[in-house]
Nanobody, 121 residues
Framework: QVQLVESGGGLVQAGGSLRLSCAAS?????MAWFRQALGKEREFVAA????????VYADSVKGRFTISRDVARNAVYLQMNSLKPEDTAVYYC?????????????????WGQGTQVTVSS
């Protein structure tokens, strides 16, 4: 089991930026970010391999969000630019056995506790 701790959420105006961080302990897995808006299902946002290559994104964030990782620190980041009110959600860090698995919320190994992102219009 890997422990995941997110940070960096907050309140920002539309058009602004935030950077989320996720510190992981233990073995290095493929990593992903998901989000869950109030009353909606948790949805995939972005994923990255254990080595930090091959980022993939949901269409709704492509071109605005960037996922990256620091392999030495075993940390993953989500840089969010041009934020929109519809990006408001609790954002979760996730770890999985592969990028394919980690993109599927039913196959994620471990979840972080989540961090709230609120974008005001």
């Amino acid at each position: 089991q890997v422990q995941l701790v997110e940070s960096g959420g907050g309140l920002v105006q539309a058009g602004g930026s935030l950077r989320l961080s996720c510190a992981a302990s233990g073995r290095r897995y493929a990593m992903a970010w998901f989000r869950q808006a109030l009353g909606k299902e948790r949805e995939f946002v972005a994923a990255l391999s254990w080595s930090g290559t091959g980022g993939v994104y949901a269409d709704s964030v492509k071109g605005r969000f960037t996922i990256s990782r620091d392999v030495a620190r075993n940390a993953v980041y989500l840089q969010m630019n041009s934020l929109k009110p519809e990006d408001t959600a609790v954002y979760y860090c996730a770890a999985g056995d592969s990028m394919t698995a980690t993109r599927d919320r039913t196959r994620v190994r471990d979840w972080g506790q989540g961090t709230q992102v609120t974008v005001s219009s």
